[in-house]
């Protein structure tokens, strides 16, 4: 049990840190460089690790061709994803990622309900449709007064970008709830971020833009690596672990909390700071998950 508190509470602190490395990288890189570099350093470590633990589950997929099919979507799915959040981020702010983050948790209980039988019977609750137009009801305050710079939409563009970004990640959770069905997730987490990170990689030598790595620091080039296999801990191991431990719904629970040690770290880090009616727009969007997932448990 302390494990499992000292993991979870670990899981807070390494995503409240998590969101501003990813902004801080948005700012000094390409999209494509900055996500082919962090994604293929990444999912290097997460496939030999699950090479290393769950060697079988790779004759699964040679054995399962609509396996590939698939894992093929996926890829593509985050791919646009990973991009519109990395422009989201660029022109927002780290707290704006999670607290879309978070918001994404019953967009994507909604959609999978749609296919799922067991996802469907989780919605059957006015509270549960309460606890979602909160949410959005929060989300719109948080963006409405999220900067300065709204009268020239740059802040309204980024959160579009988010909005976007969540949007095909709820899709995306269609498939990856069919694929964890017959695959290990570990697994399947380390075949797709790999693959991702080779197809930003291809884009970044077809643009060219990986050529700006030469006017680049290679302290801040090792940063953008390293940032990579910190992203694969916090955001694909250690949430695997938990979910197989404390289970989806405390998962996502926990998940809650991201935004204020986020909010803290891109403080004291970055410079970041939000406004009155951000701060309630934030607590606004998290109370309504609670009312959500409340009624998950």
């Known amino acids: 049990?302390?494990?499992?508190?000292?993991?979870?509470?670990?899981?807070?602190?390494?995503?409240?840190?998590?969101?501003?490395?990813?902004?801080?990288?948005?700012?000094?890189?390409?999209?494509?460089?900055?996500?082919?570099?962090?994604?293929?350093?990444g999912g290097i470590i997460l496939v030999l690790i699950?090479?290393?633990?769950?060697?079988?589950?790779?004759?699964?997929?040679?054995?399962?061709?609509?396996?590939?099919?698939?894992?093929?979507?996926?890829?593509?799915?985050?791919?646009?994803?990973?991009?519109?959040?990395?422009?989201?981020?660029?022109?927002?702010?780290?707290?704006?990622?999670?607290?879309?983050?978070?918001?994404?948790?019953?967009?994507?209980?909604?959609?999978?309900?749609?296919?799922?039988?067991?996802?469907?019977?989780?919605?059957?609750?006015?509270?549960?449709?309460?606890?979602?137009?909160?949410?959005?009801?929060?989300?719109?305050?948080?963006?409405?007064?999220?900067?300065?710079?709204?009268?020239?939409?740059?802040f309204l563009k980024g959160s579009l970008f988010l909005g976007i970004a969540i949007f095909i990640q709820a899709i995306q959770n269609l498939f990856v709830k069919s694929i964890a069905k017959k695959l290990n997730p570990l697994v399947m987490s380390s075949i797709i971020s790999t693959s991702v990170g080779l197809i930003y990689l291809f884009f970044s030598f077809q643009t060219q833009k990986i050529l700006e790595l030469r006017g680049v620091n290679s302290l801040l080039v090792i940063a953008l690596i390293l940032s990579g296999i910190y992203g694969v801990l916090s955001a694909m191991l250690i949430p695997i672990y938990i979910m197989y431990r404390r289970g989806i719904v405390e998962f996502n629970l926990l998940r809650l909390l991201v935004p204020i040690s986020t909010s803290i770290v891109a403080y004291f880090t970055l410079g970041e700071k939000i406004n009155f009616y951000q701060g309630i727009g934030a607590l606004i969007v998290i109370l309504g998950c609670v009312i959500t997932l409340k009624k998950l448990k």
């Open 50 to 154: 699950a090479f290393f633990k769950f060697r079988e589950e790779f004759k699964k997929i040679i054995l399962e061709p609509i396996l590939i099919l698939k894992l093929l979507i996926v890829t593509f799915l985050l791919s646009g994803n990973l991009y519109f959040l990395i422009r989201g981020l660029k022109e927002t702010s780290a707290l704006a990622g999670s607290i879309f983050g978070i918001l994404a948790i019953p967009l994507a209980i909604i959609t999978t309900s749609i296919f799922f039988k067991d996802e469907r019977n989780k919605i059957k609750s006015k509270k549960f449709f309460f606890g979602t137009i909160i949410s959005l009801a929060g989300s719109f305050i948080f963006v409405m007064h999220g900067s300065n710079d709204i009268q020239n939409n740059i």
């Open 1 to 41: 049990m302390k494990k499992d508190n000292f993991l979870k509470f670990s899981y807070v602190i390494l995503m409240g840190i998590g969101f501003p490395i990813i902004r801080y990288m948005s700012l000094n890189f390409d999209v494509l460089v900055n996500n082919g570099i962090r994604l293929f350093s």
